[in-house]
């Protein structure tokens, strides 16, 4: 089993920097890919970033390009999302997730799920 715990929201005003952690704890020798997904109240999940086992290959939706940054540190088994300019409709829980290739979680398909660590950001 895989865990997935979330830590770094809060509350950041429009136009600036949150950096949100993912720690994965259990079964991590298989240096499993980790996503970033957000949800707001009546929205859709969003993919918001995933990165590779190795940290070689990062993925984005075009809106998030310039301003999200996924990366990791296999050391501490820990994937961060980078997050900057930030806008009000950024507002939602962000959860990570994890599973074995950059393609399912990319998919919206990874097995394991945090909690989510909720962010707002005022105007």
């Known amino acids: 089993q895989v865990q997935l715990v979330e830590s770094g929201g809060g509350l950041v005003q429009a136009g600036g920097s949150l950096r949100v952690s993912c720690a994965a704890s259990?079964?991590?020798?298989?240096?499993?890919?980790v996503g970033w997904f957000r949800q707001a109240p009546g929205k859709e999940r969003e993919f918001v970033a995933a990165i590779s086992g190795s940290g070689s290959r990062t993925y984005y939706p075009d809106s998030k390009k310039g301003r999200f940054t996924i990366s990791r540190d296999n050391a501490k088994n820990t994937v961060y999302l980078q997050m900057n300019s930030l806008k009000p409709e950024d507002t939602a829980v962000y959860t990570c997730a994890a599973d074995r290739t950059i393609m399912i979680v990319t998919a919206g398909r990874p097995e394991y799920w945090g909690q989510g660590t909720q962010v707002t950001v005022s105007s």
């Open positions: 259990g079964r991590t020798s298989s240096n499993y890919a």
